[in-house]
């Protein structure tokens, strides 16, 4: 008979050992990446950064691989959160990180754009475009991608096409498409990002879509809307930080009849959603305090004169997806 003190020194003993585990292999997992980019890269190659976990962790080890035979290029969309693109420059400098200012570019291909599936098939092929620029201005043919294991399930299933792998366009001019972490789920990468010793705020940073703010837009994406959405988002990842959600974040579902200062409005509808998960292959909502989401609501109507209406989303996945779109 084990004694109750005694369970809690085996619990211990194997989070330890499991912590061991997964560091020797994502140690494992790093020397097989580097030696694989090595191998299938021989020429100049660039990488789509965008300063979320994957894409950092495909620098990183690419980096390694590669050194200055690499060129990591960050594509400002436009539909990024508040502040996030000044703050991926300032991260990723010492990489020689090349900004491309491009979201005119994508704003004028989402005109008139309403199904999420063409939207994220716009997008997708959008950053390809740009990376291919870039590719022909340093003389380079391979492109590297974040991808994981999640996206290809998702888009091989077509539950959703991500932007970078159903979302590609059939014709590109890249010879080589190189994806170490393909065959990764998000808990992995994140171990994988520790042993390269990024730091919290890339390891841990919270998942946010490849298409951006343009899946948290039921319908045309606009500038107006762009603007609204971003001030939510930052509204709501700041409110629920303490309780350390998988994803939280703030989408525009339409419009809704709503009164101002005695007036009648007819506003924007913003849905709120947070969840856990471990994978992304699932996921439940988040139990957030009333309080707290009487406050984000109060806050979002508040600061935002155009939002009439918050709610809150309590669908799980299945059956939904955790972005709206």
């Not at 976990?53 to 539909?79: E, I």
Request: proline share 5%; net charge negative; aromatic share 6%.
């Amino acid at each position: 008979m084990i004694a109750r003190g005694d369970v809690v020194t085996v619990n211990l003993k194997s989070w330890y050992s499991g912590m061991l585990i997964m560091a020797m292999n994502a140690e494992r997992f790093i020397e097989n990446a580097i030696a694989e980019i090595k191998r299938d890269i021989k020429g100049r190659a660039i990488i789509g950064l965008s300063g979320g976990v994957d894409s950092s962790v495909c620098a990183m080890l690419a980096h390694r691989a590669l050194g200055d035979r690499l060129v990591p290029v960050y594509v400002d969309s436009g539909l990024m959160r508040q502040s996030e693109s000044d703050r991926i420059e300032e991260l990723f400098k010492d990489l020689g990180l090349v900004r491309v200012n491009a979201q005119d570019r994508f704003l004028e291909a989402l005109k008139g754009v309403v199904d999420p599936e063409e939207k994220r098939m716009v997008v997708g092929e959008t950053f390809i475009r740009v990376f291919e620029e870039e590719a022909r201005r340093i003389g380079g043919d391979c492109l590297i991608q974040g991808t994981i294991y999640p996206d290809r399930i998702e888009s091989d299933g077509g539950i959703k096409a991500h932007h970078n792998v159903g979302g590609l366009p059939s014709r590109i001019e890249f010879k080589t498409i190189v994806e170490p972490l393909r065959d990764l789920y998000k808990d992995e990468v994140r171990q994988v990002a520790r042993a390269l010793g990024l730091s919290p705020e890339i390891s841990e940073r919270m998942p946010f879509p490849g298409p951006g703010l343009s899946v948290r837009i039921v319908g045309e994406v606009t500038r107006d809307k762009l603007d609204v959405v971003r001030k939510a988002n930052a509204i709501v990842e700041e409110e629920v930080e303490e309780f350390s959600p998988w994803q939280a974040f703030a989408a525009i579902l339409g419009k809704a009849t709503g009164v101002k200062g005695d007036n009648r409005v007819y506003g924007y509808v913003v849905a709120v959603r947070a969840v856990t998960s471990r994978d992304a292959m699932t996921a439940e909502a988040m139990e957030l305090p009333w309080q707290v989401l009487r406050r984000i609501s109060g806050r979002i109507t508040g600061e935002i004169p155009t939002v009439s209406r918050v709610v809150y989303d309590l669908t799980p996945k299945p059956p939904g997806t955790i972005e709206f779109e």
